[in-house]
């Protein structure tokens, strides 16, 4: 996402400023100075490394400088943790990916962008509404949409069409198939397998790179030796343990970020900590 980002930034105008992590999170009082006479503040939760940023102290900070509060989000962790607009998030931005639809390496994924009503008619797309024609039956028409994107191009919110509809309604059926209760389940499934891969992989001698860390999906492990070559021992017996963080992260040579979805077993835990331990 930070890549995207300085991608597009310099075409607009815009600085962009990375605050680094601290043992895993970011320091609220670093993001509130960086933030002086920002736009926004955007972060990730949870973030890159899994870890549970401590959100609500962010946002204040973003809304401190006034600037706008941008999480973005996996969809699936909101079926555990609080909801970005509870805690003062102007927007809130994801990919669907997770939910509802399949890997595609690289190809075709779904976005979502949820806004406060302040910000309505400044998204790009249309929204539809519910009305009745004059016989009383129910009908939906367009009832806010930005003129610019039919008669000034140059001015408009969208100027790209896409059709993801397939894709997107993959994960409408996903997301009610499971409803509130559901999509609890698969965060509550997520957050007991994370669990307990860590406390086995903990038990063979393999260290965590942030020990005192809430994960939500992922996690980070040292293992010992150059994760690379690691990485290629284990897909050599069968298993794809994660991503080497040496190539995003200074110091981070031998880790390996861990990722452990509701796809997952119990099973599957234990042959990755055999393939990684060994």
């Known amino acids: 996402m930070r890549q995207v980002v300085k991608t597009y930034a310099p075409g607009f105008g815009l600085q962009v400023v990375e605050v680094p992590h601290r043992g895993g999170t970011t320091d609220p009082d670093e993001v509130r100075r960086a933030a002086t006479d920002a736009a926004c503040v955007i972060f990730q939760q949870p973030n890159f490394f899994g870890c549970l940023e401590p959100a609500p102290d962010l946002a204040a900070a973003a809304n401190e400088a006034e600037a706008v509060a941008i999480a973005h989000v996996d969809p699936i962790s909101l079926g555990v943790l609080e909801a970005p607009g509870n805690y003062g998030c102007g927007l809130a931005i994801g990919e669907g990916q997770g939910a509802g639809n399949y890997q595609s390496f690289a190809g075709p994924h779904y976005g979502f ?56 309604l993959a994960g409408l059926v996903y997301l009610s198939w499971l409803g509130p209760q559901g999509l609890r389940e698969v965060g509550e499934t997520c957050m007991s397998l994370g669990r307990y891969a860590r406390e086995r992989l903990r038990e063979t001698g393999v260290e965590l790179v942030f020990p005192e860390r809430t994960t939500f999906k992922e996690f980070a492990v040292r293992v010992g030796r150059n994760a690379k070559e690691a990485i290629r021992q284990a897909r050599a017996q069968g298993v794809h343990p994660g991503y080497a963080l040496g190539r995003d992260y200074g110091g981070l040579d031998d880790a390996i970020l861990v990722a452990v979805t509701e796809r997952r077993t119990a099973a599957d835990v234990d042959r990755l900590v055999e393939v990684l331990a060994g």
């Open 113 to 168: 962008l949820a806004a406060r009503s302040e910000f309505t008619r400044r998204m790009p797309g249309r929204i539809v509404g519910e009305t009745v024609d004059a016989a009383g039956k129910r009908g939906y028409v367009l009832t806010l949409q930005t003129r610019e994107q039919h008669i000034r191009r140059e001015k408009a919110t969208s100027n790209i069409t896409t059709n993801q509809t397939l894709l997107a």
